[in-house]
């Protein structure tokens, strides 16, 4: 059974740092891509960066451009999301979401592409 489990959020103050983890178990195929979604209160749930399987091909969505970045540790089976010069905009339930599907930049946003999603991890930014 495929599991994805968010760790590592938390509160922080604006202009501060979080690293989310996004540890995966479970699967006997390989999937194609793992990808951070948020979601704020009262919006939509949103793409915030992408990482292929195979290929390594990184996507970033435009308001996180330069001060996120998306990484991967192999042997620990495990994505990283380095969040960096937060602001309170960015305050949101974040999660990790695989899946089997090719996607490419102009898919990549799109949860209905996602099989698989983890529980979620929150983030809050204030001062």
């Known amino acids: 059974q495929v599991h994805l489990v968010e760790s590592g959020g938390g509160s922080v103050q604006p202009g501060g740092s979080l690293r989310l983890s996004c540890a995966v178990s479970g699967f006997t195929f390989d999937y194609y891509a793992i990808t951070w979604f948020r979601r704020a209160p009262g919006k939509e749930r949103a793409a915030v960066a992408c990482?292929?399987?195979?290929?390594?091909?990184?996507y970033y969505a435009d308001f996180v451009q330069g001060r996120f970045s998306i990484s991967r540790d192999d042997a620990k089976n495990t994505i990283y999301l380095q969040m960096d010069n937060l602001n309170p905009e960015d305050t949101a339930n974040y999660y990790c979401a695989a899946t089997i599907v090719r996607v490419h930049s102009l898919t990549y946003i799109d949860p209905d592409m996602y099989a698989y999603w983890g529980q979620g991890t929150q983030v809050t930014v204030s001062s």
């Open positions: 990482l292929t399987s195979k290929e390594g091909t990184t």
